[in-house]
């Protein structure tokens, strides 16, 4: 098994040599040449516990790795860190299961795979005897930043730079960003949306003369992305896991069908259940659930990706995103595995702003349904679990439970249906206790977060309470056009 790029089929890389680019030279982003099957059987996956499964997952993905590097890696990760011994709890509320995938050190699912990047990436460094200082380019449209920046503060080898919408993140995920401590750790605020961010990071990344500009310095970029497989990898764990708790739980039997719903934005944690598919994990339903910026909704709904349309700011800032990379590994499957065509695609978007596939393509996907809930919907949800249950979501879980009320009504689908929680209500306070009751919506952000406390009966977590009085290390700001001299200049290549 290799990797191969999207855009590029004569590419072929190992798995170590894939996390250690993260994005390919033509712009394309690495795909497995096949996908290996779960190495244990459905039965097995009820009694195993969070390091057992994940372990089993990525060593199939991540062939070059030897078992002891792997073990190695993953006991590195899901350790205390995270709060909870069983890394991913599942709440059940009102007929859904809510994998809480918000457990880790910053509160949003993006732990998941970025407590494990850096080990992954640094045992990367050394098995390809790389002399390089690694440099992670990362665009965040909010959670991303801090897990990053969480997972490399003081690594050695590496440096990261995080480029943030100054204006398009809550106020709590921008504080956190912004006292980041470690030397080797730069947070820049971008006076544009995530778009802008990403789209010039991928811009930067594709620079050849850059490229050879930083090689000769000795330096490499890397990417926090979930363009990046050794994010991807790791997050097709926690879906084996959920399936396995399932069953455990007598939920369902070993071989029954679930379906997922996940509150999407760049395309990465869905595309990361469908791969789970891919290895035999029986997922009937991907549930695509989007904000008012809902260009994946309209895509599969008519097979035209057009992100030409105003980029609204939600509630749920880390899905405020019109241009989904990941769908790019989708198309290119749907594709045949056909660069040259997947490639034509991606050429369209970026000059004309929309691409379309064909029949053939689209009945590829027929497993994807897209939803779609505005703030009407999901905050409505919020309120009327909390008033049902006692069970408080986040704006961004909000949404797909909302997307699967919808589902559900148009369908009468049944099926177990395990819904992405990825992020704790914490993180979005101000939001969430306005969607509950509006007399919250003026109320300074730390009062609401224990005004929230109160309410779900669940201590305020230990992210939340570094911040209050950490103090802000990062100010940077810049334009668009000023990102790429911000990286040289950080690189002392000026
Ligand atoms: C990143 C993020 C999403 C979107 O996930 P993608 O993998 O980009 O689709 C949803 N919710 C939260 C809280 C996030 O941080």
Request: aromatic content about 10%; charged content about 25%.
């Amino acid at each position: 098994m290799y990797y191969s790029s999207t855009r590029d089929s004569s590419i072929r890389l190992t798995a170590s040599e894939a996390v250690l680019k993260g994005l390919s030279d033509d712009g394309g982003l690495f795909v497995p040449s096949e996908f290996p099957t779960l190495p244990v059987s459905l039965e097995e996956l009820a009694d195993m516990d969070y390091k057992e499964t994940a372990f089993a997952v990525m060593k199939g993905y991540l062939d070059d790795y030897t078992e002891d590097e792997l073990k190695d890696c993953i006991d590195k990760a899901y350790d205390s860190k995270f709060d909870t011994e069983e890394i991913v709890p599942m709440a059940e509320a009102d007929k859904a299961y809510y994998l809480e995938l918000f457990h880790g050190p910053t509160i949003a699912f993006k732990d998941m795979a970025l407590s494990i990047l850096p080990h992954l990436l640094t045992t990367a460094v050394k098995k390809n005897r790389s002399d390089k200082e690694v440099v992670i380019l990362t665009a965040t449209s909010g959670d991303t930043g801090k897990a990053a920046l969480a997972g490399f503060a003081d690594v050695p080898g590496t440096r990261i730079i995080v480029f943030y919408p100054k204006d398009g993140v809550s106020n709590v995920q921008k504080l956190q960003m912004v006292t980041q401590n470690g030397n080797n750790t730069f947070v820049v605020g971008v006076d544009g949306n995530f778009d802008d961010c990403q789209s010039e990071v991928k811009a930067i990344f594709g620079d050849a003369d850059l490229r050879k500009k930083m090689a000769d310095a000795g330096f490499a970029f890397s990417s926090a992305n979930s363009m990046n497989i050794g994010r991807l990898v790791p997050q097709i764990a926690y879906y084996v896991f959920a399936y396995g708790r399932l069953v455990k739980n007598g939920r369902i039997r070993p071989g029954d069908e679930i379906n997922v719903c996940v509150p999407t934005g760049n395309f990465g944690n869905i595309l990361a259940a469908f791969f789970a598919k891919r290895s035999g994990l029986p997922i009937k339903t991907f549930i695509c659930a989007s904000n008012d910026n809902k260009v994946l909704f309209d895509f599969f709904k008519t097979g035209v990706y057009d992100k030409n349309r105003q980029f609204i700011l939600t509630d749920s800032p880390s899905m405020d995103i019109l241009i989904s990379s990941n769908l790019e590994r989708l198309i290119y499957m749907s594709a045949g595995c056909d660069a040259q065509k997947n490639k034509k695609l991606m050429e369209s978007l970026a000059k004309e702003g929309k691409y379309e596939i064909t029949a053939d393509m689209k009945e590829f996907m027929d497993s994807f349904v897209g939803e779609y809930a505005d703030w009407a919907e999901s905050s409505g949800k919020i309120r009327s679990l909390y008033e049902n249950t006692g069970y408080i979501i986040d704006t961004h879980t909000a949404v797909a439970a909302a997307a699967y009320d919808k589902y559900v009504h148009d369908t009468g689908d049944k099926t177990v249906t395990v819904i992405a929680s990825t992020a704790s209500p914490f993180k979005f306070a101000r939001s969430v206790l306005k969607a509950i009751d509006k007399k919250y919506e003026d109320g300074e952000d730390f009062e609401l977060i224990n005004i929230l406390s109160e309410k779900a009966n669940v201590d305020i977590p230990p992210a939340i309470e570094e911040i209050r009085d950490a103090k802000v290390i990062h100010d940077t700001v810049c334009k668009r056009e000023g990102m790429r001299d911000y990286v040289l200049n950080n690189m002392g290549l000026r």
